[in-house]
């Protein structure tokens, strides 16, 4: 069994960091997904939608930064970029299924993603940007490996 991965808004580190114990995330709106994880992937994803390069987009200060962890590092919080955030909900949706042909494509997924299913989770990722910025809200993963 890999490792689960879930996407979600909170008002701060705090407030995210809080989602370490609760037993599910459904109340948050979190966006659940197996095999996209927050760091490598979504920061060449960052760079592939802000036309930044990698080293940029994994030097900004929230590039996947831990905010709260397991003692066993069983479950972690870690944070999304603000730059990712404002992309995604910049972005058309419509526009995500070149981007994630793009995205597949990348050697963090061994070239060998499936396109339709990257394009649904951007298309989600970017609903629940929206909804962070609207609320004015970062966005935040909780995995547990």
Do not use: N
Not at 63 to 89: F, I, M, N, Q, Y
Not at 134 to 139: I, N, S, T, Y
Request: aromatic fraction near 8%; proline fraction near 3%.
């Amino acid at each position: 069994m890999g490792a689960v991965f879930e996407y979600f808004a909170a008002a701060d580190d705090a407030t995210a960091a809080a989602a370490l114990e609760l037993p599910s995330l459904c109340a948050l709106g979190a966006l659940d997904v197996k095999g996209i994880e927050p760091a490598v992937q979504l920061g060449t994803l960052e760079a592939l939608l802000t036309e930044r390069s990698y080293e940029e987009v994994s030097s900004d200060g929230r590039w996947a930064k831990l905010v709260a962890s397991t003692p066993g590092h069983e479950v972690c919080v870690v944070t999304l970029s603000d730059g990712l955030t404002r992309a995604l909900a910049a972005g058309e949706p419509e526009a995500f299924a070149q981007a994630a042909e793009q995205w597949a494509r990348t050697e963090e997924f061994d070239e060998r993603a499936d396109t339709a299913v990257l394009t649904e989770f951007l298309v989600d990722l970017c609903a629940l940007a929206r909804q962070a910025l609207q609320r004015d809200r970062r966005l935040y993963c909780r995995f547990v490996v």
